[in-house]
């Protein structure tokens, strides 16, 4: 475990370069709800934030719920207007941009269409990918997820993970380069958490994917994360960074390492 003493203090502080390898960077983004003219005091949800997210890093953002840590992801989504900077690629984030996919943690999948065609929403959305192209993307995307079996069930007759899964193979039929989740698996079971959870390392491993991962569960983030950052709030901003030193794959053995339980400790005192 390593820790960024330039993110130890109350709010984190990066240099004014971009990063070799940085594939999104935050600067100084801030948020504040609230609109005066209607006599709604100014809330600032974020202040500051500072992060570089490295190419095929999966970064967990780490924190209380109310810290600001999906309207940090909705930022980055371009689906939340902010002041600062978010770029992707040398691109500045002021809309959704094609190289981005979010998975949000309800599935939202279409009840009347199967595993198929919930995973073909996304690309008939975006039109950016030719329509000849589809069905290969489709059945990849499927295939990595691991329901090549159920393609023609509906989502009554999917379990809460299955249907977890086929919203993240529509996220990944886009093509995407860097991938959102919004506490993906925080409404599923603890067995078929875990099992996600793995299902998310070997699709990432496989890939040259860039996650921003958000999670209020201190072993979700230590086992998914090559860095996790934690948010403090009122305003919400980054109060600590810290990388996790592990190989992957990783497994029950890791949550049981001396190494796991130190930077879980880390953590625990961090939030606290």
């Known amino acids: 475990m390593s820790t960024d003493p330039a993110r130890t203090g109350k709010a984190a502080t990066m240099t004014t370069s971009v990063t070799s390898g940085v594939k999104v960077d935050f600067r100084g983004v801030s948020k504040v709800f609230g609109d005066r003219k209607k006599g709604a005091p100014p809330v600032e949800v974020l202040k500051g934030v500072d992060l570089a997210v490295r190419e095929n890093e999966i970064v967990c953002v780490l924190g209380p719920s109310g810290c600001g840590k999906s309207t940090l992801l909705n930022c980055a989504a371009g689906l939340e207007s902010y002041d600062g900077s978010i770029v992707i690629n040398d691109r500045e984030v002021r809309e959704p941009l094609p190289e981005l996919a979010v998975v949000f943690q309800a599935p939202h999948l279409l009840p009347w269409r199967n595993v198929r065609k919930n995973?073909?929403?996304?690309?008939?959305?975006?039109?950016?990918?030719?329509?000849?192209?589809?069905?290969?993307?489709?059945?990849?995307?499927?295939?990595?997820?691991?329901?090549?079996?159920?393609?023609?069930?509906?989502p009554r007759q999917l379990s809460g993970g299955m249907q977890q899964r086929v919203n993240i193979a529509r996220a990944l039929a886009v093509g995407p380069e860097v991938l959102l989740m919004d506490e993906p698996f925080g409404a599923l079971d603890a067995l078929t958490k875990e099992r996600m959870q793995e299902e998310l390392q070997r699709i990432v491993a496989g890939s040259q994917l860039t996650v921003v991962f958000i999670?209020?569960?201190?072993?979700?983030?230590?086992?998914?994360?090559?860095?996790?950052?934690?948010?403090?709030?009122?305003p919400g901003q980054i109060r600590l960074s810290v990388e996790v030193d592990a190989p992957r794959p990783r497994g029950i053995e890791f949550k049981r390492s001396s190494g796991f339980q130190e930077i879980y400790s880390t953590l625990w005192n961090a939030l606290a």
């Open 119 to 154: 995973t073909q929403y996304g690309l008939e959305m975006r039109r950016t990918v030719p329509k000849g192209d589809w069905p290969g993307r489709v059945k990849d995307a499927i295939r990595l997820v691991g329901l090549d079996h159920a393609v023609d069930r509906f």
């Open 215 to 234: 999670t209020h569960d201190i072993g979700e983030a230590i086992y998914l994360g090559d860095r996790i950052v934690v948010m403090s709030s009122n």
